[in-house]
């Protein structure tokens, strides 16, 4: 029986061995795992981490572009305020004109926005009791060949500078506040150059 014992303990001692193998390469493999899986969460980690820095710097460019945009447009519409300004009190200064240097003004624009036929010439009542005698005298000698003009019987109170020159079919707006509306688109880049260098 001493032979079945040895058998036993060999066999026992070749298990063990084997178990103790498997262990080993069990515990190499787990330790492997570990270290893979150590590997790919810092990875993770990292890639969740630079993803996340991205979105914050998205975000930044995102906020800092709208706030210079702002900045643009309220520099832009404290720029058009000026500029509107501007033609307000170019408005004001010719209604302010004294009488003499107004129907000037007035002269002026009668002469260079006469048509050919006979027109009327409607001011407000203020303007039409300070028009100057002799005035239509000297403007018909200004006028050309087949130009004339004569003040209308009718007044329109809504002008606040300036005249209306009437024909059959057609009216000539010379209010001041119109020319300056009409002149402002084309003269806007000479009056922004001036204002802002």
Do not use: H, W
């Amino acid at each position: 029986m001493a032979g079945i014992e040895k058998i036993k303990q060999e066999i026992i001692s070749s298990a063990n061995s084997k178990a103790n193998a498997i262990l080993q390469d069990a515990e190499k493999k787990a330790s492997e795992i570990t270290t893979s899986a150590k590997i790919t969460s810092t990875e993770e980690t990292k890639l969740i981490l630079q993803k996340a820095e991205d979105k914050v710097n998205s975000i930044k460019a995102t906020a800092e572009s709208a706030v210079a945009l702002d900045k643009k447009n309220k520099i832009l519409a404290a720029k058009i305020s000026l500029i509107n300004e501007a033609y307000s009190q170019a408005e004001n200064k010719l209604c302010s004109l004294s009488t003499k240097e107004y129907f000037e003004v007035i002269k002026k624009l009668i002469v260079a926005n006469t048509v050919k036929g006979t027109g009327e010439v409607v001011f407000s009542e203020k303007d039409k009791n300070n028009i100057p005698s002799g005035f239509f005298e000297e403007v018909g000698k200004l006028l050309g060949k087949g130009k004339k003009v004569k003040l209308s019987d009718s007044v329109d109170n809504s002008i606040k500078g300036g005249m209306i020159i009437k024909y059959e079919e057609i009216e000539i707006n010379c209010e001041f506040g119109a020319i300056i509306s009409a002149e402002k688109e084309r003269l806007i880049d000479k009056v922004n150059s001036c204002l802002f260098g």
